[in-house]
């Protein structure tokens, strides 16, 4: 199940990645040379599940589980994070019964 769920997140996360062009910004920006795409992905949809637009930022920045992406999200700068989340919200919510099933 969890191979499955993988190869889920990686086939959506193709969009997505393309999306973050649009913002001048890499997948890679985002995420630690150490870590996999679908922690990435994990720690965004953790945040996006919430009511995010109603959340300052430094406490959108806090609530990034995972200290190593929390620093890289934090340095892209208010705008660019809110717009993240808005493509996470698209790709990997809305977008994505699958995933939601698999968790």
Partial sequence: LEVTKNLVIEEMAAPFRKSLGLLKITIFDLLPPNLKVDTLIMCLRSIARLPWRDLPY??????????????????????????????????????????????
């Fill in 58 to 103: 430094d406490v959108l920045t806090d609530l990034v589980a995972e200290p190593a992406i929390r620093k890289r999200v934090a340095a892209l700068g208010e705008s660019k994070v809110r717009s993240v989340l808005k493509r996470t919200e698209k790709y990997f919510l809305s977008r994505s019964p699958m995933v939601m099933t698999l968790d």
